[in-house]
Structures are given as C-alpha cells and as structure tokens.
C-alpha cells in the first residue's frame, strides 16, 4: 500500500517550490502518492500584482538579496534555477487552475509549469492568459481550465483546503503530512529521504 504524503504550499512560495521538486526527485525510490493542497498565503496582494519592491513585508532590500542567495542556493541543490520574481503575484487563479488539474494526468506537470514560469522565467501567473498558455504547455485542454477559472469552479476547493490547513495546524508552507505526523518547510534530499524512509518502515510502503 503506497504512502500518502499530503503537501499544503502556494505557488509563490520558493521554499514550496524547492520541496515539490525535492519530492519529486525521490519518487523512484519510495511507493507513495503525493496529494497537492493549494494553500493562499497573500491573498491580499492585489489580482494584477504587485512590483516587489512595493511590497512592505518588513524586510529591506539588502536582507532580501541575502534571504534569496539562500534561496538559490537551496534551488541548485534540488535541481531548479531560481530567481527573485521582480512582480509579486496574487495566486488565486493559479491554484485554482491546479485543481482543475488535479482532475487531470497532468496534474504533476502542470504544477512544475507554474513553479518554472514564476520563479525562473518572471512570469506573472496571476494573469488568466498566461495560466492558459502554461496549461497547454503541460498538456491541458487551456480552453475548458479557462472555462473553468472564470465560473470559479474550484473556489470552494481552496476554502476547504484552508478550513483544513487551519484544523491541523498549519500555519505556513510548505508543510508536509505523513499521516498525521508534520514536516514544516523545504527540506533536503537527505532529511526527505530519511522521513520517507521511516514512514514506509513503520507503514510497510518501501518499494
């Protein structure tokens, strides 16, 4: 029986982007299904988006540059070229558009679309024309997931998701569920491997 490894993130968070593909690449290795719960952080931030630098967060420019080499760095260990998004991006209708997918085969690869075309090529995935043209290239009917995002099909999928997240604990992303049992934040291959590899001892799920 495969694991069941559920992971709350948001599209616009870099750690959730480097734990996706740090579980990805450990696939091979263990039996497990990965349940992807979208997870809004900011969903103040404006539709359109936001120039990053307007973006009162509380940390300056100089503390940010020293936060994302880390980040990068963190990237390049996962595999994954990373930059600051120079535009901070409402994810709503991303996540929303990855339940679409969920409903799909293509939900994996449309997912790491998102990832890419946020962090490494400055797309703002907040805009419907470029959630439908990141669609088609991971092999989705564009034209139905568009249909979809404007009758708000999925909205209520992400109220529960967040009712859920709420209910056990979560209070940032990425925050990963073997069962009940919480790993807070992107991890190293190593540290996932050895979680993974605890869980489907204890579970009876090694490959």
Same mark, same amino acid.
């Given at each position: 029986?495969?694991?069941?490894? #559920? ?24 039996? @497990? ?5 979208? @997870?809004?952080?900011? &969903? #103040? ?15 300056? &420019? ?9 980040? %990068? ?34 939900? #994996?690869? @449309? ?10 090529? *400055? ?46 604990? %979560?209070?940032?992303? &990425?925050?990963?569920?073997? *069962? #009940?049992? &919480? ?7 190593? %540290? ?16």
């Amino acid at each position: 029986m495969a694991l069941k490894l #559920e992971m709350f993130s948001d599209f616009i968070c870099p750690f959730c982007y480097i734990g996706f593909e740090v579980v990805r690449k450990l696939k091979p290795e263990f039996d @497990f299904a990965l349940e992807w719960k979208g @997870f809004q952080i900011h &969903p #103040e931030w404006p539709a359109e988006g936001m120039p990053a630098a307007q973006w009162r967060g509380g940390i300056d &420019p100089a503390s940010r540059k020293v936060i994302w080499k880390r980040i %990068v760095a963190m990237g390049e260990a996962a595999g994954v070229a990373m930059k600051p998004p120079e535009t901070l991006t409402n994810s709503r209708l991303a996540l929303e558009a990855a339940e679409f997918a969920q409903t799909t085969d293509r939900a #994996e690869a @449309f997912e790491e679309r998102i990832y890419r075309a946020y962090f490494s090529e *400055g797309l703002n995935i907040g805009r419907a024309g470029v959630i439908a043209e990141l669609a088609a290239d991971a092999g989705l009917d564009a034209a139905a997931m568009s249909e979809a995002l404007e009758a708000r099909r999925y909205a209520d999928v992400l109220k529960h998701n967040a009712v859920a997240a709420h209910e056990r604990g %979560v209070s940032g992303v &990425p925050t990963f569920f073997v *069962g #009940e049992f &919480p790993m807070v934040g992107a991890q190293s291959e190593d %540290v996932m491997r050895q979680m993974l590899r605890r869980a489907s001892e204890r579970f009876g799920a090694a490959k």
